[in-house]
């Protein structure tokens, strides 16, 4: 069964304070792809990022880096120097072909950053 | 003209009534969805089409009905709708389910509440 896992329900942080999202993924199939999207208090998503399985490069754009570790199923988003537009929603996906579409999204972590 | 528009954004009907809510993508995708996004539970996903054919049908009881004229244009048709239908129901679009292309944008979704 495929399965995604983001333990952090809610996270409060103070403004310009590292925060880290984790992502814990399971799947059997060997082709794969990771997604972050946030999810802002308007209620669209937006797509942040797509990682597929063969590519473990970590990637940073602006304030917003993520770190994709196969060894470990784990897919984790940080934001440095958090600001308060931050506060959001973040859901963390997978999409998989074996012998079926698979999508699936984890439960999504609640981020508040206070001023 | 943003990517995925919904209409209407918010609706409020009763169990008895007959609605419809309407995705447009603005994109040039062949891939379409609809999710159900309960509060405290994950995204529900119910319905994918590709090149308007449905492809993905999770479970989904028959009062939801979905509808693709186009590759451009998405409905899901409400009937007898029960209290714990009420949810933001998000719509999305991809350029195709595979080869790279499986990166969803999502709609800013609609508010429904079944009194």
């Known amino acids: 069964a495929q399965k995604v896992t983001q333990a952090q329900t809610e996270i409060s942080v103070v403004e310009k304070e590292d925060v880290t999202l984790d992502c814990v993924y399971e799947?059997?199939?060997?082709?794969?792809?990771l997604f972050w999207y946030k999810q802002p208090p308007s209620g669209e998503l937006v797509f942040l990022i797509r990682?597929?399985?063969?590519?473990?490069q970590n990637e940073i754009s602006g304030r917003y880096s993520w770190n994709f570790q196969k060894s470990t199923s784990s897919f984790n988003f940080t934001i440095t120097a958090s600001q308060v537009v931050d506060s959001a929603v973040y859901f963390c996906a997978l999409i998989s072909w074996g012998s079926n579409y698979k999508l699936t999204f984890g439960k999504g972590t609640l981020l508040t950053v206070n001023p | 003209e943003t990517g995925v528009t919904q209409t209407p954004r918010h609706l409020v009907m009763g169990m008895t009534n007959k609605k419809s809510l309407k995705c447009e993508q603005h994109?040039?995708?062949?891939?379409m969805y609809w999710y159900k996004q309960s509060a405290k539970k994950p995204l529900e996903l119910m319905f994918v089409?590709?090149?308007?054919?449905?492809?993905e049908n999770n479970s989904v009881p028959s009062r939801f009905s979905p509808e693709c004229p186009n590759s451009s244009h998405l409905f899901l048709h409400l009937h007898t709708l029960q209290p714990e239908d009420s949810a933001l129901y998000l719509c999305a679009s991809s350029q195709d389910m595979g080869g790279g292309q499986e990166t969803q944008y999502f709609g800013p979704g609609t508010r429904l509440l079944v009194l």
């Open positions: 990682r597929n399985s063969f590519d473990e």
């Open positions: 994109l040039g995708h062949n891939a």
């Open positions: 089409y590709s090149l308007e054919e449905r492809v």
């Open positions: 799947t059997r199939d060997t082709t794969y792809y």
